[in-house]
């Protein structure tokens, strides 16, 4: 099935935030943010922008009817500052106007006082100070101090992994306006609007049911919608219950990359230690995480970080501990992947060190560390129907890495100036929010007299096709055809306590709520048919939109079947919920269950490095991706290739710059590099791995959204040992992004940099 949406998107009729027609006399916003990276407000002079014309207010926190705090996890995160600065660009104030213009103009006419004090911006310092955001966690299994005594290769080193941002098409953006009695509703650009609504709640001082929160759809988010719209939600609902008018919020593209937290950059120290024959005895890693100035999901991600850290490998001796580190940045936040992308990097890291210093390529060691089944994961989770080795040996056969290695050898041999480098990347991704009680979800269906089905879920589409799915889903159920299905906004007054759309669950937890609501009341129908027909229960049968009677079509068609079952005062409504079976996680033993099922993959990975310019082509990505049993195989691919891409940009040239004060310097598309038609690689091959599909998948068919981001790791590798090739006396250490510009670097280093690996 098509995505519902693709014609509507490609002739520009879908609607999005800044589309909804707004209500007579809406105003606009724009934030005042903070012009300092770490201070304190001595004073703030709004006079001058007060008497602009056309400004209707300057919200501030005096203004809050309720609390000032905005943090989800942990309440360490102000809507807007008081007295103390920890960003640039912190929300200080929000300008309220006719129009946006003259908001922007206000902006530049207030005046602050403000008291600067040190900036810190490296994990690794804030660590030394003490400044950590909350407690730090380990994970363990076997005991690693006694392991390395039987390791016959120990090696130490460090990853440095720069941070994202998300570059979604539309920015962040709300719109809020008072309803009856008092109450609020919220147009929100958000992957979480029960989040939204919690958090309005709180800053108003309002019960929950006196906010409604309203989602059509968002132009991409990856994470950056899950925590992050809350707060801009939550200053345009609290300037129209102040003011008592609409008001509307869309950040302009600067505005957003300053104000808002990116994927998280952590450094890591790791020690692996290997057997003789190159099995994975022992690791032990220390990640800094760099957190920014608030908690946000920051917890929920150094989780992720710990249970991905051992990739896809078993080690039967591991310690690792992550340290959410406090900087001046905007607090970092959910970003595909969501920590495991820098776990992962930094075991493959010290995966191609070992590589190195043994002089054999990195594949000898993964290939056989693979987690096989019966095996523990360090997290207490035994390894079933892993498909680990799976792809690999498909991909390595299907895609002739024989030849690939030859092809590579033979083409470095020949050229002086050029070099061809070839990474092979593993990847096994966790589905399942970490936080057990956060996988449940909610489906509410109707059908309507006229047959037609409305669905209202708590997953919120966001460019992912999640709303095709969820109607493949109960068609398939309903035995009725996909345009008979309409799949409504996501309106926290229809489905109420959800989940952000997150963790790659959304098709899974909202479609197995559908399918639950679905064959409630396809039952029900067909009860509702035996009493016509006077017959006996399994004698009917609902097909093709059809009554079957002792497998013969009947000329009861749905439309009839339905409008029968209504007359006879059948209800046609049904509410799904769904809660994701055998999950647990015990915190306080740091054991558990937390995963439904694993998703599993191998990439390879070839560039060709121009060896006198520092600069780089992909040639090919090769990929065998365990998709289950897809459902729908053009989402599903679509959901590889944009991941692998986003995973490459992240690897390569997406470069995030601050200045010494905090402020982001690459903080428009001129400076901060995004792959575009020439950077992405010339050719990617997918291959689905044949399986059975995974028991607790929705209609067995895999989540796929955020595992295939881990293949972009496969292009650091790729380009590292290009550049191997070229300048054979030099171990480029591993600080991702592998920009042209460290490329070159590394090609002409003459020796260990700084910081360079030591082998022990
Ligand atoms: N969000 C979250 C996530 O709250 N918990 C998770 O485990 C998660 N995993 C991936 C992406 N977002
Ligand atoms: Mo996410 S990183 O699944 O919001």
């Known amino acids: 099935m098509k995505n519902v949406d693709s014609i509507n998107h490609v002739t520009g009729k879908s609607v999005y935030l800044d589309d909804i027609p707004v209500q007579k006399g809406t105003l606009h916003a724009v934030v005042f943010g903070s012009p300092v990276g770490h201070g304190k407000i001595k004073s703030v002079d709004y006079a001058e922008a007060k008497k602009l014309p056309g400004i209707a207010a300057i919200i501030t926190h005096e203004d809050i009817t309720g609390d000032n705090q905005i943090g989800g996890i942990i309440e360490d995160e102000p809507l807007f500052a008081e007295e103390e600065l920890h960003f640039y660009g912190q929300p200080i104030a929000l300008i309220v106007a006719k129009d946006a213009f003259t908001a922007r103009k206000a902006k530049t006419l207030i005046k602050v006082d403000v008291e600067e004090y040190d900036v810190v911006t490296d994990p690794r310092e804030a660590f030394k100070r003490g400044d950590l955001l909350f407690p730090s966690r380990s994970f363990q299994m076997g005991i690693v101090e006694e392991a390395w005594k039987t390791c016959e290769y120990i090696f130490e080193g460090r990853a440095d992994i720069g941070g994202q941002e998300h570059l979604y098409i539309e920015t962040q953006g709300s719109y809020a306006y008072p309803t009856d009695n008092g109450s609020i509703k919220i ?5 979480g609007p029960t989040a939204v609504q919690k958090t309005a709640a709180r800053v108003l001082g309002l019960p929950m049911h006196r906010i409604e929160v309203d989602v059509a759809r968002l132009g991409g988010a990856f994470g950056g919608k899950e925590d992050q719209a809350s707060g801009f939600a939550t200053m345009v609902a609290l300037a129209a219950y102040v003011m008592k008018k609409p008001v509307k919020i869309t950040l302009d593209r600067p505005d957003d990359m300053q104000m808002t937290g990116k994927r998280h950059p952590y450094s ?27 908690s946000d999901l920051s917890p929920a991600i150094m989780e992720r970080t710990l249970f991905h850290s051992t990739n896809s490998y078993y080690v039967p001796n591991t310690f690792v501990t992550v340290h959410s580190c406090k900087t001046n940045l905007p607090p970092n936040t959910a970003f595909r992947g ?7 990097f930094t075991i493959e890291s010290a995966i191609a060190q070992a590589a190195d210093e043994l002089n054999i390529p990195a594949y000898k060691i993964q290939e056989i560390n693979f987690i096989r089944d019966g095996q523990e994961f360090q997290y207490g989770q035994i390894a079933e129907n892993v498909n680990n080795k799976a792809t690999y040996d498909q991909a390595i056969k299907q895609y002739d890495f024989d030849q690939i290695q030859k092809e590579t050898t033979d083409f470095n041999k020949k050229h002086v100036d050029k070099k061809r480098g070839v990474s092979i990347m593993p990847v096994c991704f966790g589905i399942s929010f970490t936080k057990t009680p956060m996988n449940q979800a909610r489906s509410l269906v109707h059908i309507y007299q006229d047959g037609s089905v409305g669905i ?29 299905i309409k799949v409504e906004s996501t309106n926290t007054t229809r489905v109420a306590n959800t989940s952000p759309t997150a963790a790659s669950t959304g098709a899974d937890l909202n479609g197995h709520a559908t399918r639950l609501a679905c064959e409630v009341l ?22 093709d939109e059809y009554v079957y009677l002792n497998g013969e079509k009947t000329k009861v068609h749905w439309n009839e ?9 059948v209800c046609l409504t049904e509410n799904g919920h769904y809660a994701t079976p055998k999950i647990n996680f015990d915190k306080t033993k740091e054991k558990g269950h937390p995963f439904a099922y694993h998703v599993y993959g191998t990439a390879i990975t070839q560039v060709i490095v121009d060896c006198v310019r520092g600069t780089y082509e992909f040639d090919k990505v090769q990929i065998v991706h365990d998709f289950g049993k897809s459902m729908n195989p053009t989402i599903d691919f679509g959901q590889v290739e944009g991941a692998l891409v986003q995973g490459m940009g992240w690897m390569t040239m997406e470069e995030l710059a601050f200045h010494p004060n905090g402020k982001l310097a690459s903080e428009s598309l001129s400076t901060y590099k995004v792959p575009d038609i020439y950077a992405v690689p010339k050719s990617v091959d997918i291959e689905a791995l044949e399986t059975e599909g995974a028991e607790l998948a929705i209609l067995k068919s895999k989540a796929v959204g955020e595992p295939p981001f881990l293949y972009g790791i496969g292009a650091f590798f790729a380009i590292r040992n290009a550049v191997k090739s070229f300048n054979s006396s030099h171990k480029p250490t591993f600080r991702a992004p592998y920009t042209h510009e460290k490329t070159l670097m590394d090609l002409y280093a003459t020796s260990l940099a700084k910081g360079a690996v030591k082998k022990s």
């Open 268 to 294: 890591a120290d790791y020690k692996i230690g290997l057997s003789k024959d190159l099995k994975i005895v022992a690791y032990q890693t220390t990640l800094y995480q760099n957190g920014g100035a608030a």
């Open 338 to 344: 969501f920590g495991a992308p820098q776990g992962v």
């Open 456 to 484: 209202s879920t708590g997953a919120i589409e966001m460019g992912q096709g999640v709303n095709t799915k969820i109607i493949q889903v109960a068609a398939g159920i309903l035995s009725i055809s996909t345009d008979k």
């Open 522 to 543: 396809i039952n029900r129908l067909r009860h509702s048919a035996v009493e016509s027909l006077k017959c006996n229960d399994e004698e009917v049968e609902i097909k």
């Open 187 to 191: 147009h929100s650009s958000t992957q």
């Open 561 to 569: 079947l339905v409008e029968a079952a209504f007359l006879k005062r």
